[in-house]
């Protein structure tokens, strides 16, 4: 789990880099709201379209190679982003470093999910290790960006590059007679599972509106300076930090379902009082807030997804850490569009009241039944290898 949640910290660092990024791109290149927008929007399509695909992969073939390679893409991208002035090659640069997430997630979530076991809480650790990295983010991010310039995210390729490296190693010490296919046990729920999704892709739209503009927020309406504005998006991801936690916890006491319930309705108070705040000071608590209650029912609806999926759990992966997650960027256009017309303060508004899709499809998950779901490798034997296999379980 160490392993996995490190590298869902270094992988997920590369995502929250182009929030960070956002608005320098919009005070240094003259990119317009839309335009900016447009950089989620890219590095969305990167990540989410290939998920389903690359996790059917993941359940059938163990590709210890994808995990690495992916994390190494993600940061190229993201790095080189900042190097170029051309809206199209920006663009296209953050594609690819979705295109990386999205070879990341799928196969690390099936693993992560076999170290984890049946507990929440040991889940809720990878999970966290995203939050990490979309926290440290705008904490190194902002000030490099703010000294140096955009060129400065060049500095962050080396740690994806890295972290790829030591994924291989862990591969190749934790080596076992490889395994051709992947089978595993369990009965799937697909309306349960559609239900789910569909809940993530409405927290989805809250999440990326928040990464996306409320720094630009702090900026715009409340006259901060653009490191306040860091400062704001540093502390709304670090609280996404404590609040996935705080949920892996609460779900091994209380149920995983209730656990997501009671995370959705309580979004909608703490983005109004945020809102409500206009002192650039006062407020910085309330985004804390925020982003631990936003984040409670995250590790627990990747926890969720798979118990609901068991016979697929790096198709789940990639819905829920992956598809279902990056949706949310689709409606930032439209987003920006409501920026440009009536500021940054106008897209929260409106992001402020979304999560009541997320109360009212939440009513319709209910808890999994728990049967053996743990997956079982058929070895071949063969000089190639890849990670043991656990027993098999009934």
Known sequence: MRVWASAHAVDDFYQGLVPAAVPYFVLERDFSYVQASGLALAATLGSALPQVPIGLLADRYRMRWMSPLGVSLAGIGAGLSGLVSSYPVVFALLLLAGAGVAMFHPPAGRDARRAAGGSATAMSYFAAGG????????????????????????????????????????????????????????????????????VEVVRSTVSTGLNT?????????LAASSGLGGT?????????????????????????????????????????????CDDRYYAL????????ISNIPFAVLIKLGQDYLPSRPGTAAGVTLGLAVSAGGLFMPLLGSVATHHGPRGALMVLATVPVLAVLLSTALREPAHHGTEPVEHARSSPESVEDAPPATT
Request: proline letters at 6%.
């Open 131 to 198: 939050s990490v990295g979309f926290f440290v983010a705008p904490a190194l991010v902002t000030p490099a960006l703010d000294n140096f310039g955009m060129g400065a995210t060049a500095l962050f390729v080396p740690p994806a590059v890295l972290m790829g490296f030591i994924l291989l190693r862990h591969h190749h010490r934790s080596a076992a007679p490889v395994a051709r296919k992947v089978q595993h046990q369990g009965v799937d729920r697909p309306g349960l599972f559609a239900a789910l999704t569909a």
């Open 232 to 276: 704001a998006l540093a502390l709304e991801l670090g609280g996404g930090v404590l609040g996935t936690l705080l949920g892996g916890r609460l779900a091994d006491r209380m149920g995983m379902v209730r656990t997501v319930q009671i995370g959705n309705a309580a979004m909608l108070p703490a983005l109004w009082l945020m809102l409500i």
């Open 285 to 292: 608590p309330l985004a804390l807030l925020v982003g631990l």
């Open 213 to 221: 503009f409320i720094s630009l927020y702090w900026i715009r309406h």
